[in-house]
């Protein structure tokens, strides 16, 4: 399990890097200009965004299951994508 947690650690500062770089260069509204740019960038943005909402759910469920609450995550989710899952494995108890 520690090469799992440590796995997640190392993926999460990575995409947070990427995240902070393409808000720095693009902003959000360049960032949703470049991803709605032609249909193959809209294909890979609306598959990300039918991923991240099953995800979502899963983690609603989980939540509730372990009595946390999920919104924080949820809204990360929301804003800059798997960042908000990420972070909500990174803080769940492992078995």
Known sequence: MKLVYATLIVVQIGFLAL????????????????????AATLLCFVDLAI????????????A???????????LITISIGSAGPL?????RKQP
């Open 51 to 62: 991923a991240l909402v099953l995800i979502m759910i899963w983690m609603f469920r989980d």
């Open 19 to 38: 995240t902070g770089y393409v808000i720095v260069e693009y902003g959000f509204p360049g960032f949703y200009r470049e991803v709605t740019q032609n």
């Open 87 to 91: 972070f909500y494995l990174l803080g």
């Open 64 to 74: 509730k299951k372990h009595g946390r609450n999920p919104l924080l995550y949820a």
